[in-house]
């Protein structure tokens, strides 16, 4: 029997008519669920894929991906493919724009995002021999420290093995289901002269479908042994897109980004944020955390280093609680330090827990919503994201 498609129909771009480089983009019509993967000129003078696998979200109304930063700048059409074959496009052009941020590298250690194969409940602890077996076999999480679904990965990220330089031997890469002859391409990831500090692994297409899920055994993404090497620390580099301030920096003291045009009222959700927000059991004391606001937090790869401020006026004294979008609030592990009893604090600093990255990717999100704030008391002056 013939296969067939619904009418495949993409109708407009939100944002219509223009978007930055690493934004996300919406494209929304009919039975856009047969979508395959998305095709936008790129700025060598090729094309990027997108892949289905990699988008944000796709529905039969909508789909969402990263406009990737290796796209041409102007006037384009992207090109959606269909399984198949079949090409599809919007019918106006949306414009490109070079972002006026920065492009950050950020390094995280991996060890709280590692587990041996023979104890799968405990951490990778270094020096890591890699052997056949035992302790010398490790597997990459998703659900680890630092949530690695949730930061943007591309093709542009490494996962770096760094190594007693004197040590000699090999790492091999293994799927969940132990396949290591697969890669294409092939990692180098032997040092047999001992003459290297670093072996580094490039993102490829396979390893982001594995960590997407594609592939995986249950939260496994990959799994590595090997033999003869002596490994000081494992680590991942990636980059992180750091919005531009008014005064046209890329954040303010620290990196700071203000947060109100990605907050809004509890009451009033057309309305963002203003200064200075008084916390309340209600009324304009409550606030929503959106992911569409002003910075597409989504997009930015936070991770468990990443921190929420609410800068306050030191006097005012009282708490803040936060509650996921479903108004529970006693589940936080840990749970969050969100007071000021006696008025001597100028900030309270909320770090981001895997349940707050798991939120954000929208995991338990209300639509838009991933975080409910409220309280009483205090006096909040500004609201700011550390990536």
Not at 149 to 156: F, K, N, P, S, V
Not at 205 to 214: E, K, P, T
Not at 257 to 269: E, K, M, R, T
Request: glycine residues 10%; charged residues 20%.
């Amino acid at each position: 029997m013939p296969f067939t498609l619904g009418k495949v129909d993409p109708r407009a771009y939100n944002p219509a008519d223009e978007i930055q480089r690493g934004q996300q983009l919406q494209i929304v019509g009919s039975d856009l669920q047969f979508i395959e993967k998305a095709i936008i000129p790129a700025e060598d003078g090729g094309e990027v894929e997108i892949y289905a696998i990699d988008f944000y979200r796709k529905t039969e109304s909508f789909i969402k991906f990263n406009i990737p930063k290796t796209t041409s700048e102007g006037e384009t059409v992207i090109k959606l493919i269909a399984v198949d074959g079949n090409t599809y496009s919007v019918p106006t052009l949306i414009n490109i724009t070079k972002p006026q941020g920065t492009w950050e590298t950020r390094e995280i250690d991996l060890a709280g995002d590692i587990v041996y194969q023979s104890n799968q409940s405990k951490n990778l602890e270094y020096p890591f021999i890699p052997q056949w077996g035992g302790d010398g076999q490790i597997r990459f999480l998703t659900d680890g420290e630092h949530n690695l679904q949730t930061l943007g990965i591309t093709t542009d990220a490494k996962i770096n093995f760094y190594k007693d330089a004197s040590s000699t031997g090999q790492l091999q890469l293994n799927t969940p289901s132990w396949q290591n002859n697969i890669w294409n391409p092939s990692f180098d990831s032997a040092d047999w002269n001992g003459d290297k500090t670093l072996i580094e692994i490039p993102f490829t297409q396979q390893l982001l479908d594995l960590l997407a899920g594609n592939g995986a055994d249950g939260n496994c993404w990959l799994i590595v042994q090997g033999d003869g090497l002596q490994i000081d620390k494992i680590t991942l580099t990636y980059q992180v897109y750091v919005e531009p301030t008014d005064d046209g920096g890329s954040g303010g003291d620290d990196g700071e980004i203000d947060l109100a045009g990605d907050i809004v009222y509890q009451n009033d959700f057309g309305k963002n944020l203003e200064y200075p927000f008084y916390p309340q059991w209600g009324g304009d004391g409550q606030i929503r955390f959106v992911t569409d606001g002003a910075h597409n937090l989504q997009s930015m790869g936070l991770t468990t280093d990443s921190k929420i401020i609410f800068y306050k006026e030191t006097g005012s004294t009282g708490q803040l609680q936060l509650n996921t979008p479903s108004w529970v609030n006693n589940s936080w592990d840990p749970p969050f330090d969100a007071t000021d009893w006696n008025g001597d604090k100028d900030k309270i600093e909320v770090q981001f827990t895997p349940q707050l990255l798991d939120l954000l990717a929208g995991n338990g999100a209300d639509g838009n919503c991933w975080l409910i704030v409220q309280g009483d008391g205090l006096t909040i002056t500004k609201i700011v994201l550390i990536p």
